[in-house]
């Protein structure tokens, strides 16, 4: 039996959520004597290859032609299929991304099955068992898998922690034929346009700063900021922020922004309405600052700051600053 991980890639890198489904997926094959094979999809996609190879799956198989140089829902799926396909796979991991849940979806169309989707939790009896939050997080429900194999899983990134990488694994690396023409891709992108950002990419980030209408306006929007740039953590934002245009977005945490689980997230202004809470409420640990004792946001919060941000922002940053020039 055999898993078979998509590995996205990003400007030749492979992603780090990608990596930790790498991981997931080698954990339990070591556990049921399973075998990994781990798709990198991507032009160019070396240096993706040999850093998937690090995380010890026994096979890399690689589909770098020129067709998947810039990314096609089409041609990336037809990959997948292909990959699940020559490795008779009976499960597939796929990090929940933008790019994940749309290849993932596609894919599992080909073989007339569904997703098992967004799964914070796993467990093997015969057959899958996934936890996944439901009604905007509030709570969480078990799903099976069921029917014939195989079972396509996409994993929330930064919940299934990343293996140390091995840089003496050496494991095959074969070239995938994806059996497509340019003329079945029907839409591909053509440019991308990246906005500058001085902290780290959102979605992956173990660290989120996030900021809502409790800064009254953009031109404070900077103290959120200059605290993410301290800690090397991720600017986010409210809802109620980026449709006011005080930031892009791509900065938008939440149900209808990005969904993130780092490790530490920092709530600044932020009253926590559900559609909030329903993108960041699976964080390890949920610092919330508000002079509002009563905001919503303090009932997940761990720990909580009653105070204004106006205040307790530029103290932070400046602690933290201090900190790292200590060690």
Partial sequence: MEIVVFVEVREGAAKKSSLEAVSEARRWADQQGWKVAA?????PADAAAVR???????????ADDPLFGSYSNQSYAAALAEAVRQENAHTVFVSATAMGKE?????????QTSVLADIVGLDWQNGWTARR????????AEVQSKGDSPVFISLRPNVFSAAQPDESAKPEIAKLAVPIQPDEIKARVIATEKAVSETVELSEAEIVVSGGRGLKGPENFHLVGDLAKALGAAMGASRAVVDAGWVEHQFQVGQTGKVVSPVLYIACGISGAIQHLA???SSKYIVAI???????IFKIADYGIVGDVFQVLPLLTEEVKKLKSEG
């Fill in 133 to 140: 939050p439901v009604y905007s997080g509030k709570a969480y």
């Fill in 103 to 111: 290849v993932v979806a596609r894919t599992a169309a080909k073989f």
């Fill in 52 to 62: 998937a190879s690090q995380y010890k799956p026994d096979k890399v198989l690689l």
């Fill in 290 to 296: 508000n002079k509002d004792p009563d905001a919503p």
């Fill in 279 to 281: 993108g960041m409420s």
């Fill in 39 to 43: 798709l990198v999809v991507g032009s």
